[in-house]
């Protein structure tokens, strides 16, 4: 079996602050994690992923996550946020059996204020 | 071309209508995928299709009715929906199957009156 918990359902920072998302999850397998962030009434988009190599991961518009298998965490970091980085943002683990499915975390909701 | 597309953007129908969403992606991906994703909540898988043929239901209701005419192409026919069907259904692609990561497309609204 395999979950996510997203830690935080809202997470407010200011522009040009350091973002925090954080993410732990359980697997029965090694898994895969990934990061998918929404804009409102928008599709997702895969932000970075997790598959078993390197295990600090970077990803588009600066954001970066560490899997830490000992601490079963996938935390969402950025050294500075933008305006442009208010959304949704999904932490995703997929295990790496056969028939494996995405499961979601709940999301986070990022807001940027001035 | 490294994108998903879905048509419609929105979607009204009365609980009697039939209406189809189309999703399409010219990657090259053989696995296809519906999500239902109501507000303030995560994505629902519904449907997997592989190679052209259905290989998850998520025992959805059978007013819903995938369809996956060829590689590039997923249909989802509706008919006699419900008003708690209102949702943003989110098409998705990937390489082969599960194991590969899914690119979305950004989403149908359909609101059922």
């Known amino acids: 079996a395999q979950s996510v918990t997203q830690l935080d359902s809202h997470v407010s920072v200011s522009e040009g602050t350091p973002v925090l998302l954080r993410c732990n999850y359980s697997?029965?397998?090694?898994?895969?994690l990934f990061w998918y962030v929404q804009h409102p009434n928008k599709g997702l988009q895969l932000l970075l992923k997790?598959?078993?190599?390197?295990?600090l991961v970077k990803g588009i518009n600066g954001f970066e996550a560490e899997f830490k298998k000992s601490e079963t965490s996938f935390h969402l970091t950025k050294p500075s946020a933008h305006m442009s980085d208010a959304a949704e943002y999904f932490c995703?683990?997929?295990?790496?059996?056969?028939?494996?499915?995405?499961?979601f975390g709940t999301g986070t909701r990022l807001q940027v204020t001035l | 071309d490294t994108e998903v597309t879905q048509t419609p953007k929105h979607l009204v129908m009365g609980m009697t209508n039939k209406k189809s969403l189309k999703c399409e992606q010219h990657?090259?991906?053989?696995?296809m995928y519906w999500y239902k994703q109501k507000a303030k909540k995560p994505p629902e898988l519904m449907f997997v299709?592989?190679?052209?043929?259905?290989?998850i239901n998520e025992s959805v209701p059978s007013r819903f009715s995938p369809e996956c005419p060829n590689s590039s192409l997923l249909n989802l026919h509706l008919h006699a929906l419900q008003p708690e069907d209102s949702a943003l259904y989110l098409c998705?692609?990937?390489?082969?199957?599960?194991?590969?990561?899914?690119?979305f497309g950004p989403g149908t609204r359909l609101t059922v009156l």
């Open positions: 990657m090259g991906h053989r696995a």
């Open positions: 995703v683990v997929m295990n790496t059996g056969t028939a494996s499915k995405l499961t």
């Open positions: 299709y592989s190679y052209e043929k259905l290989s």
């Open positions: 998705a692609s990937s390489l082969w199957g599960l194991l590969n990561e899914q690119f």
């Open positions: 997790y598959t078993s190599a390197a295990t």
């Open positions: 697997s029965s397998y090694s898994p895969s």
